[in-house]
């Protein structure tokens, strides 16, 4: 593996600190929506599948994103509660403005339970949908239904995909290290660009969004 020996040495551990992590911002707070999730999941199966144990830490790790997940998601719904029926959009803001609000509450109004099914595999919308629920007051125990199931689904289908494909990768020896450098390079540099897309957008002036009574009521009963 060349110069990413000390990237595979680290073992698991790194790759459990990592994972977690960002599976927990990316589902509990707005920094979480400027984080490259997906291809971390995948990259993080790729990884493991050059471990000898590389399968059962991925069985492992899927459980522990799944819990992560879920912890993010009721945080991120708590923070929308708390805010009433308010939530502070970005003027000019790529993401978060008032345009991407109304469209995740327009989504959990119509569809409620299964919007958040959905929404777990829209990056942006699985970043700001738990917020928006709990400020719509979308009956807390379905939420905490619909994105338990989501993790379910979510979370070890991307880190298998990326865990099968290394194991794929690991038949062609010269393969797998250009890979490996590729991604991981990839992930440093998106993370370094959302967070300085994240510094801007906080930077724009905050514009107030504001929930009709009518979407609460429906959120609460829809099943």
């Not at 590389?54 to 459980?63: K, N, P």
């Not at 919007?115 to 829209?122: F, G, N, P, Q, S």
């Not at 967070?195 to 504001?210: L, S, T």
Request: glycine residues 10%; proline residues 4%; contains cysteine.
């Amino acid at each position: 593996m060349g110069s990413f020996d000390p990237l595979l040495s680290a073992g698991p551990a790194l790759v459990w600190t990592v994972v977690l992590t960002f599976v927990f911002l990316e589902c509990a707070v707005i920094l979480g929506l400027f984080l490259p999730g997906d291809s971390m999941l995948i990259t993080a199966g790729i990884v493991m599948a050059s471990h000898a144990s590389g399968e059962a830490h991925v069985w492992a790790l899927s459980v522990g994103a799944m819990v992560a997940a879920v912890a993010g998601n009721q945080v991120g719904y708590a923070i929308g509660h708390r805010t009433g029926h308010h939530l502070v959009a970005r003027k000019n803001g790529r993401y978060i403005n008032v345009r991407n609000l109304q469209r995740v509450a327009e989504l959990l109004h119509r569809h409620g339970f299964v919007a958040v099914l959905i929404a777990r595999w829209i990056p942006w919308v699985r970043t700001l949908c738990p917020s928006v629920a709990g400020a719509a007051r979308m009956d807390h125990r379905k939420f905490t239904v619909a994105s338990t199931i989501g993790a379910i689904i979510w979370a070890p289908v991307l880190l298998l995909i990326g865990y099968y494909a290394g194991s794929f990768l690991e038949r062609v020896s010269w393969l797998m290290p250009i890979v490996i450098g590729t991604l991981v390079v990839g992930l440093i540099v998106g993370t370094v660009l959302g967070v300085r897309h994240y510094r801007q957008e906080m930077a724009q002036p905050a514009e107030e969004f504001a929930f009709e009574s009518a979407p609460t009521g429906a959120l609460n009963t829809e099943a």
